[in-house]
């Protein structure tokens, strides 16, 4: 039976960002949080914006109507990160548009207020962190790597489950890094991504790191 993973929560992912720098994960992210929480936070929004800003398939829209409002402005969402004319339809020397707050600027007028209503409007979305798909495992050729680890035969793939190290091997940097700290996934998160390549990709050989320097 096919096997959906469940989407990296923000919470995991400012954890994980939190473990790279030897610090404690934190139980939740509302309220007041310790700097070093509140600044994986701001980096990790600030990175899903700039990622999503670059319009990709799953926060794209092509085919967006664009209706004026009563004062014939152009009103557009908050969640809102770009906005394209459909040139083929509309002439950029008299409708070029460019988000100003929450309304459509018109370069080409110098103005707010527009003469009429726009179809096929391309739109690119800011998209919650839990809502954007997860890691995109289709784009891999993973027969590549099947012989790094196992019989080259075998559909075999290393999988990343941890971070950092509490020994003190003195001729290892992995504990200096992460501060002798150890990081790993849910157990649960752990099984799910298995089970999932496995039946999405047929994949029996694992080969799980115990430490993991990057
Ligand atoms: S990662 Fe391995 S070699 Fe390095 S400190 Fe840990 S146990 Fe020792």
């Known amino acids: 039976m096919a096997t959906t993973t469940t989407r990296t929560t923000q919470l995991e992912a400012v954890n994980t960002m939190l473990s790279t720098i030897g610090e404690s994960p934190v139980n939740s992210l509302t309220g007041s949080l310790p700097l070093d929480a509140s600044i994986a936070v701001n980096i990790l929004n600030e990175v899903n914006r700039e990622v999503q800003s670059a319009g990709w398939k799953f926060n794209t829209s092509w085919k967006v109507s664009l209706p004026r409002d009563v004062n ?3 009103v557009v969402g908050t969640d809102v990160l770009h906005i394209e004319f459909n040139h083929l339809r509309e002439s950029k020397s008299s409708y070029d548009p ?3 707050g929450n309304y459509l600027y018109n370069l080409a007028k110098e103005s707010y ?7 096929y409007v391309t739109v690119i979305y800011l998209l ?3 809502t954007i798909p997860d890691l995109p495992y289709e784009l891999v050729d993973f027969k590549k790597y099947y012989g790094l680890n196992f019989d080259s035969a075998k559909p075999s793939i290393t999988m990343i489950t941890s971070r950092g190290c509490p020994y003190t091997c003195g001729f290892c940097a992995i504990p200096v890094l992460y501060k002798r700290s150890w990081k790993a996934l849910r157990p ?4 799910e991504r298995l089970k999932y390549m496995e039946d999405k990709y047929g994949i029996k050989d694992f080969y799980l790191p ?3 320097e990057s």
């Open 188 to 191: 649960e998160m752990v099984i």
């Open 72 to 74: 014939n402005k152009l």
């Open 98 to 100: 460019v988000l100003r």
């Open 113 to 119: 207020t527009w003469d009429k209503d726009f179809e």
């Open 128 to 130: 919650d962190f839990e």
């Open 210 to 212: 115990i430490t993991v």
